[in-house]
């Protein structure tokens, strides 16, 4: 059996359950959900088709799909109290805090909150993937002193996402590259949210609870935050011609590279050439090809260098500057494509249940005697 006693520090290659949503294949660089490939997903389907698909085990027909999207859109308003307490955030509040307060609060109200059946489960799940977005864009034009754009049940999941936040839709191929960008971010396996969303659920804790602790570990740079980091370090370089030179940098600091390595992809990740030919696009469309060309420079120099390749957030980054999003948006993006995948996640471990408890190696003082009082 195991050696119990071998440490596997951040858990690095511990298989720690089955899981049927999707598989990951380094050897092979590429992902399937629910055993389709990622690419053709994107390339093929909608986000809401991928929703679908994640929570069901199946791709909808026409009527299942219909239900859906009439389901989910009818499910976007919030309520005004949590209008009220959006007002009441700090307007520098960073947006993944507030997106998670948000979630938090939508637990507090939800109908369902303390049933953690699954049928209560998937209802609750519908209703953030709803809200979320419109959660997101209240609290981020209260910070800009702007009043919130009612969601319009008329528009896709994607084409709404743009109306809340931006107050406007823009040309289909924007929405296009955005609809591909929450399928490539929707599931990815055991990682480090979607792992605290199943420790969490473990313990026979609910949906909400689940989401929220989610939302607090992909806002880190390690994992969500990356996509923020990266567009922070494009607009630092500046130009092209500054980014060898920025990137040599960075070696000499022994510094991280945002953007780039995986924990599980070590030749490349299966997500990356999709996102990038949609970024570039982006850069045909809006006539900005300044942040893909010192993406391609730091790419190359970053294999040469360090045989290190880019992930999902590499491409990411400048593809949502492109589409209009401000920076700290990007990750609450994440949120709201990966609430798909932590619901599915959530589910799963719900359905075939064993508390979640590692163990440790102690290291700490030898025992001894309190001294005499
Ligand atoms: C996501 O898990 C998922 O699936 C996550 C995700 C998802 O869909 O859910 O794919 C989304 O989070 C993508 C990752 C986004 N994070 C970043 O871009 C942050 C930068 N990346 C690194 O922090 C790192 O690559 C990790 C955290 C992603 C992976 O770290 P590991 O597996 O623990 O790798 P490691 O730290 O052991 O690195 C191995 C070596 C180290 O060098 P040595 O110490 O052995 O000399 O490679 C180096 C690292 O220093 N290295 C990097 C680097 N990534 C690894 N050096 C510079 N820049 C980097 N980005």
Same mark, same amino acid.
């Given at each position: 059996?195991?050696?119990?006693?071998?440490?596997?520090?951040?858990?690095?290659?511990?298989?720690?359950?089955?899981?049927?949503?999707?598989?990951?294949?380094?050897?092979?660089?590429?992902?399937?959900?629910?055993?389709?490939?990622? #690419?053709?997903?994107?390339?093929?389907?909608?986000?809401?088709?991928?929703?679908?698909?994640?929570?069901?085990?199946? $791709?909808?027909? +026409?009527?299942?799909?219909?239900?859906?999207?009439?389901?989910?859109?009818?499910?976007?308003?919030?309520?005004?109290?949590?209008?009220?307490?959006?007002?009441?955030?700090?307007?520098?509040?960073?947006?993944?805090?507030?997106?998670?307060?948000?979630?938090?609060?939508?637990?507090?109200?939800?109908?369902?909150?303390?049933?953690?059946?699954?049928?209560?489960?998937?209802?609750?799940?519908?209703?953030? $993937?709803?809200?979320?977005?419109?959660?997101?864009?209240? +609290?981020?034009?209260? *910070?800009?002193? #702007?009043?919130?754009?009612?969601?319009?049940?008329?528009? *896709?999941?994607?084409?709404?996402?743009?109306?809340?936040?931006?107050?406007?839709?823009?040309?289909?191929?924007?929405?296009?590259?955005?609809?591909?960008?929450?399928?490539?971010?929707?599931?990815?396996?055991?990682?480090? *949210?979607?792992?605290?969303?199943?420790?969490?659920?473990?313990?026979?804790?609910?949906?909400?609870?689940?989401?929220?602790?989610?939302?607090?570990?992909?806002?880190?740079?390690?994992?969500?935050?990356?996509?923020?980091?990266?567009?922070?370090?494009?607009?630092?370089?500046?130009?092209?011609?500054? +980014?060898?030179?920025?990137?040599?940098?960075?070696?000499?600091?022994?510094?991280?590279?945002?953007?780039?390595?995986?924990?599980?992809?070590?030749?490349?990740?299966?997500?990356?050439?999709?996102?990038?030919?949609?970024?570039?696009?982006?850069?045909?469309?809006?006539?900005?090809?300044?942040?893909?060309?010192?993406?391609?420079?730091?790419?190359?120099?970053? $294999?040469?260098?360090?045989?290190?390749?880019?992930?999902?957030?590499?491409?990411?980054?400048? +593809?949502?500057?492109?589409?209009?999003?401000?920076?700290?948006?990007?990750?609450?993006?994440?949120?709201?494509?990966?609430?798909?995948?932590?619901?599915?996640?959530?589910?799963?471990?719900?359905?075939?249940?064993? $508390?979640?408890?590692?163990?440790? #190696?102690?290291?700490?003082?030898?025992?001894?005697?309190?001294?005499?009082?």
């Amino acid at each position: 059996s195991e050696n119990l006693n071998e440490i596997r520090k951040g858990l690095v290659g511990v298989v720690a359950d089955v899981s049927a949503v999707s598989k990951v294949m380094p050897e092979t660089n590429s992902l399937t959900y629910r055993g389709y490939a990622v #690419q053709d997903l994107a390339e093929h389907c909608s986000f809401e088709e991928v929703a679908y698909l994640l929570w069901n085990g199946e $791709l909808p027909d +026409a009527a299942q799909l219909a239900d859906f999207r009439k389901e989910e859109a009818s499910n976007r308003a919030i309520t005004p109290a949590l209008h009220q307490v959006i007002r009441a955030f700090p307007h520098d509040a960073h947006p993944m805090d507030a997106i998670r307060t948000a979630v938090s609060f939508l637990g507090l109200e939800d109908p369902d909150t303390a049933d953690t059946s699954e049928p209560a489960t998937r209802r609750k799940a519908m209703r953030l $993937l709803a809200r979320i977005p419109t959660a997101i864009a209240a +609290a981020h034009r209260a *910070s800009k002193g #702007q009043a919130p754009v009612d969601p319009d049940p008329s528009l *896709s999941f994607a084409e709404n996402f743009f109306h809340v936040v931006l107050g406007k839709v823009p040309a289909p191929e924007v929405v296009k590259a955005f609809d591909v960008s929450l399928i490539l971010y929707a599931e990815h396996g055991f990682n480090a *949210s979607t792992f605290t969303a199943r420790t969490v659920t473990s313990t026979g804790a609910d949906l909400h609870g689940a989401v929220t602790a989610a939302i607090a570990a992909l806002k880190g740079p390690l994992h969500g935050g990356a996509n923020e980091a990266v567009m922070h370090m494009l607009t630092e370089i500046g130009s092209p011609e500054k +980014a060898a030179d920025w990137l040599r940098g960075r070696f000499d600091h022994k510094a991280l590279v945002m953007g780039f390595g995986h924990r599980v992809y070590k030749n490349g990740d299966s997500r990356v050439p999709t996102m990038t030919r949609y970024a570039e696009k982006m850069a045909e469309v809006v006539g900005d090809r300044r942040w893909m060309e010192m993406s391609r420079i730091l790419a190359a120099e970053m $294999l040469e260098k360090k045989n290190i390749h880019p992930n999902l957030d590499f491409p990411a980054g400048p +593809a949502y500057h492109l589409m209009g999003f401000d920076i700290p948006l990007f990750t609450p993006i994440f949120v709201a494509s990966r609430i798909t995948g932590w619901a599915a996640h959530v589910i799963e471990q719900s359905a075939d249940n064993r $508390l979640i408890r590692p163990l440790s #190696q102690y290291t700490g003082a030898a025992q001894r005697e309190l001294p005499h009082r």
